[in-house]
Structure formats: structure tokens, C-alpha cells
């Protein structure tokens, strides 16, 4: 399923890129931000419905910022979302299996001081470099196609 999604994804990624607000290639961490337009929960809502639509499965939800306030620790609205697609996760863990540091996808939906909402995730090609994975090149597109699919669903209403 995934292997057709990443074609049919092809067209939304070009979409995606317009929505970053930052990338791997300029800030050198392979983290990439993409503005929401909806809310930290309406957020967390459309991308949980996204995935679920595309029948990837959805592992947890970490309320971050929730955890921080019972800490006593104030810290603006975090949640980490973590889904991903076993067949596809497992190629990179086949590859390297110290890539499962950064398996399954995760997904950072965080409020600025400002109170713009950003989606973050690790690039793909990032991840690919850091665990010196050659060999999983149609894998890692698949995956980078799914994920701005999944972060489109929330740069406009």
C-alpha cells in the first residue's frame, strides 16, 4: 500500500515544500517545521484522522507539556505523536538497527511563545545520512512523501 501511496504522494510533496518553514539543509539538525493553521489540538486532531485515513498505524501520543505541568515546569503546548508503517520502518531497522533510535515516525506538535503552531519531524535524509543508510533510497521517499502528505492536512483550512 505504502509503495503505491509514495507515487500517488508525489504531487502533494511538491505542495508540502511551500508550507516549510524550515529544513535540514538550513539549519544542518534534520529537523523540518511546517506552520499549522489550526490550533495545537486541532492540530493533533487532523494529523491522528490524516494517518488513520492512510491506515498507518498510530502508536502514542506524549502530552509533553502535560507532564511539564505536573513537574511544575511551564512549558508551552507539546505533544509528540508516534505512527509509523512496520513494513516500511523495518527496511531502515534491515539497514541499520540503530536507525530504531529514530523508528517509528515522530512527529512534534508544539506551540511558540507567539502562538503559531509548528509541526516538526526529523528529515528523512537526514536520518538516512546519520545512520549511513545507501541502500533503502525508495524507502526513505516513500516515507518523506507519507509525511508531507500527513503535514499538509493541517498548513490550511
Known amino acids: 500500500m505504502l509503495r503505491k ?6 504531487a502533494l ?18 529537523v523540518v517545521k511546517v506552520r499549522s493553521a489550526y490550533s495545537v489540538e486541532e492540530t493533533v486532531v487532523r494529523v ?4 488513520a485515513a492512510k491506515g498507518i498505524p498510530f502508536f502514542a501520543e506524549i502530552d509533553q507539556s502535560g507532564l511539564a505541568n505536573a513537574a ?20 531502515f531497522l534491515t539497514s541499520n538497527p540503530n536507525a530504531g533510535l529514530d523508528w517509528p515516525v ?20 537526514w536520518i538516512a545520512d546519520r545512520y549511513g ?7 526513505f521517499e516513500t516515507a518523506a512523501s507519507v509525511i508531507s502528505s500527513v503535514t499538509s492536512s493541517v498548513t490550511s483550512k
Open 72 to 91: 511544575g515546569i511551564a512549558l508551552q503546548p507539546s505533544r509528540l505523536l508516534i505512527f509509523g508503517n512496520p513494513p516500511l520502518g523495518a527496511q
Open 48 to 51: 491522528k484522522q490524516d494517518v
Open 5 to 10: 501511496a509514495g507515487k500517488n504522494f508525489a
Open 13 to 30: 510533496a511538491f505542495i508540502f515544500s511551500f508550507s516549510v518553514v524550515a529544513a535540514s539543509a538550513g539549519d544542518g539538525n534534520g
Open 133 to 139: 543508510i545507501r541502500d533503502r533510497q525508495e524507502q
Open 106 to 125: 515522530r512527529l512534534l506538535v508544539r506551540q511558540d511563545a507567539d502562538g503559531s503552531v509548528v509541526v516538526a519531524y526529523s528529515d528523512f535524509a
